[in-house]
């Protein structure tokens, strides 16, 4: 099912615009969209554009309170919701992604035990995942987090150890 999104569109616009190089453009874009969505808007909108805000943050702080953001809106996406974008959604598809994000995030921060927390709930989201090209670059993104964790602090257990 196809609708005629025009917020979508301005995030995809923007998300375009983000991967040509166009980074202080895209995070204007986000920006003005963000104003206008936030904190009551579509939760698919406020996800999407959330998560790809973060991307473009020099402080990890900021990075951090974006990828939250993007993690609270997903919370209230409907897979039906999901689908009127592109009928091959799931929200739960989405998880594996934010949760390596925050992981992500929280190391770099020196945060540990958040990292730890959220790397686990990624990997107990990886079912979500297709056996495609973004499922495979997610899994291995997982991984290679697993193994720096554990390398930092080779006593500390992982469900997904590589060693």
């Known amino acids: 099912m196809t609708t005629d999104d025009k917020t979508m569109k301005r995030i995809e616009e923007a998300i375009s615009m983000q991967h040509t190089g166009d980074l202080d453009g895209a995070r204007h874009r986000f920006t003005e969209i963000w104003q206008e969505i936030a904190p009551n808007g579509d939760p698919f909108h406020r996800c999407v554009l959330a998560h790809y805000m973060a991307d473009l943050q020099q402080d990890p702080q900021d990075e951090l309170a974006w990828d939250l953001h993007a993690l609270d809106a997903a919370a209230s996406v409907t897979d039906d919701r999901a689908k009127q974008h592109d009928s091959s959604l799931a929200i739960r598809g989405f998880y594996p992604s934010l949760h390596l994000n925050l992981a992500a995030d929280f190391h770099k921060l020196g945060d540990t035990a958040q990292a730890r927390t959220h790397l ?8 979500a995942l297709n056996d495609d090209a973004y499922g495979h670059g997610i899994r291995s993104a997982i991984q290679r987090l697993a193994s720096q964790l554990a390398e930092e602090d080779p006593t500390t257990p992982m469900s997904n150890k590589t060693k």
Do not use: F, I, P, R
């Open 120 to 127: 686990t709930q990624a990997q107990e989201h990886l079912d």
